[in-house]
């Protein structure tokens, strides 16, 4: 059984940070692409950002591009994501998720596995 446990939400002031962390279990992490997405209230779940086997096989959706950063630690089955300069309209429940694959996707159908989710709520 795959499981996907995100952390690192919480209440954030507009301009801040926030890193969010993703621990996998139950799969080979180190040959999962990642990705992270977020959906909020009313709204269709949106690619925030990805990476793949290949650490530098990295993709942004263009509205976080210079402040988001994701990473993967495969030593820890850990994928983050560094958010900085947030928005209030980027108050969503973020979500992690796994393909078993080497690429990355902007494309939530491409993804197998996927967590529960953490709530970034930014204050303005």
């Known amino acids: 059984q795959v499981q996907l446990v995100e952390s690192g939400g919480g209440l954030v002031q507009a301009g801040g940070s926030l890193t969010l962390s993703c621990a996998a279990s139950?799969?080979?992490?180190?040959?999962?692409?990642m990705g992270w997405f977020r959906q909020a209230p009313g709204k269709e779940r949106e690619f925030v950002a990805g990476?793949?086997?290949?650490?530098?096989?990295?993709r942004y959706a263009d509205s976080v591009k210079g402040r988001f950063t994701i990473s993967r630690d495969n030593a820890k089955n850990t994928v983050y994501l560094r958010m900085n300069s947030l928005k209030p309209e980027e108050k969503a429940v973020y979500y992690c998720?796994?393909?078993?694959?080497?690429?990355?996707?902007?494309?939530?159908?491409?993804?197998?596995?996927w967590g529960q989710g953490t709530q970034v709520t930014v204050s303005s």
């Open positions: 990476i793949g086997w290949v650490t530098s096989d990295t």
């Open positions: 139950g799969h080979t992490f180190s040959s999962s692409a």
């Open positions: 998720a796994a393909r078993v694959t080497y690429a990355t996707s902007y494309d939530l159908e491409d993804y197998d596995y």
